[in-house]
């Protein structure tokens, strides 16, 4: 990822689903961007007590993909899980309002880097599900994409702006029945590859079916563990930097 910082506005906020909400933020800083960063990722710097801290190595900060890029400013369209998980970024995107200050670094790049396949299947959740967007508008018009998306109710479907078909799985028991939806699968013969982002239990389940039961190759997975349940958003970045360390 860059580590160019920018200082941004909230432009606009908006719940649209039980458990999405949109926010819009734009900067004149900005001016580089276009459509070609959707599905991208920022790490959207949070305020703390109203104050962003633009220090890229002591601030507040999580990872966000791009769902929209406006053409002419550059403002970058956002999605917030909220009503699910506590953390920080969380309780800052139920209560921003317009005009607050935020900062945004990146873009970074995209997790897929392999868009001349002929097979894709895409795993994801309301936390993944615009970088599930950026990749149904940007991977081959003629290969083949399984898309499986986790919702926890019908009110949380959003478009893609696609015309793919995209499986939506509404359920509260995700667990098992996205392991059950992927092995249920007509897998073609040739073999795919796999982006998946999900709760990070769910994400090892997943991938030992693709490898052990349908023989899918590990270099053909890109995988991670957006969230951990029992954790909040805090509690698994520490988490991970410490499983980081002790594996460095």
Same mark, same amino acid.
């Given at each position: 990822?860059?580590?160019?910082?920018?200082?941004?506005?909230?432009?606009?906020?908006?719940? @649209?689903?039980?458990?999405?909400? #949109?926010?819009?933020?734009?900067? +004149?800083?900005?001016?580089?961007?276009?459509?070609?960063?959707?599905?991208?990722?920022?790490?959207?710097?949070?305020?703390?007590?109203?104050?962003?801290?633009?220090?890229?190595?002591?601030?507040?900060?999580?990872?966000?993909?791009? #769902?929209?890029?406006?053409?002419?400013?550059?403002?970058?369209?956002?999605?917030?899980?909220?009503?699910?998980?506590?953390?920080?970024?969380?309780?800052?995107?139920?209560?921003?309002?317009?005009?607050?200050?935020?900062? @945004?670094?990146?873009?970074?790049?995209?997790?897929? +880097?392999?868009?001349?396949?002929?097979?894709?299947?895409?795993?994801?959740?309301? $936390?993944?599900?615009?970088?599930?967007?950026?990749?149904?508008?940007?991977?081959?018009?003629?290969?083949?994409?399984?898309?499986?998306?986790?919702?926890?109710?019908?009110?949380?479907? @959003?478009?893609?702006?696609?015309?793919?078909?995209? $499986?939506?799985?509404?359920?509260?028991?995700?667990?098992?029945?996205?392991?059950? %939806?992927?092995?249920?699968?007509?897998?073609?013969?040739?073999?795919? @590859?796999?982006?998946?982002?999900?709760?990070?239990?769910?994400? #090892?389940? %997943?991938?030992?079916?693709?490898?052990?039961?349908?023989?899918?190759?590990?270099?053909?997975?890109?995988?991670?563990?957006?969230?951990?349940?029992?954790?909040?958003?805090?509690?698994?970045?520490?988490?991970?930097?410490?499983?980081?360390?002790?594996?460095?």
């Amino acid at each position: 990822m860059g580590k160019k910082v920018r200082k941004a506005t909230v432009l606009s906020t908006k719940q @649209i689903t039980p458990h999405l909400q #949109r926010i819009i933020v734009g900067s +004149d800083e900005f001016n580089d961007l276009s459509a070609q960063y959707i599905g991208n990722y920022v790490k959207v710097l949070i305020p703390q007590n109203g104050l962003v801290d633009f220090n890229i190595k002591t601030t507040c900060m999580r990872s966000y993909t791009i #769902r929209h890029v406006d053409e002419h400013t550059g403002a970058l369209t956002l999605d917030f899980v909220i009503n699910m998980h506590q953390g920080p970024a969380t309780n800052w995107a139920k209560e921003a309002k317009v005009g607050d200050e935020v900062g @945004i670094a990146g873009p970074g790049p995209k997790k897929l +880097d392999n868009y001349d396949h002929s097979y894709y299947l895409l795993l994801g959740d309301l $936390t993944s599900v615009n970088a599930i967007k950026g990749y149904v508008q940007q991977l081959p018009i003629n290969a083949k994409i399984d898309a499986i998306i986790h919702a926890p109710t019908k009110d949380d479907v @959003i478009s893609l702006d696609s015309s793919r078909d995209v $499986t939506w799985l509404i359920t509260n028991n995700p667990d098992t029945d996205m392991i059950n %939806a992927l092995k249920s699968l007509p897998l073609s013969e040739q073999q795919p @590859i796999v982006f998946m982002a999900l709760e990070a239990g769910l994400v #090892r389940k %997943a991938k030992t079916i693709l490898t052990d039961e349908l023989a899918i190759p590990r270099s053909q997975i890109v995988a991670s563990g957006y969230w951990k349940k029992g954790l909040d958003s805090e509690a698994y970045k520490l988490k991970r930097q410490h499983t980081a360390a002790k594996n460095s």
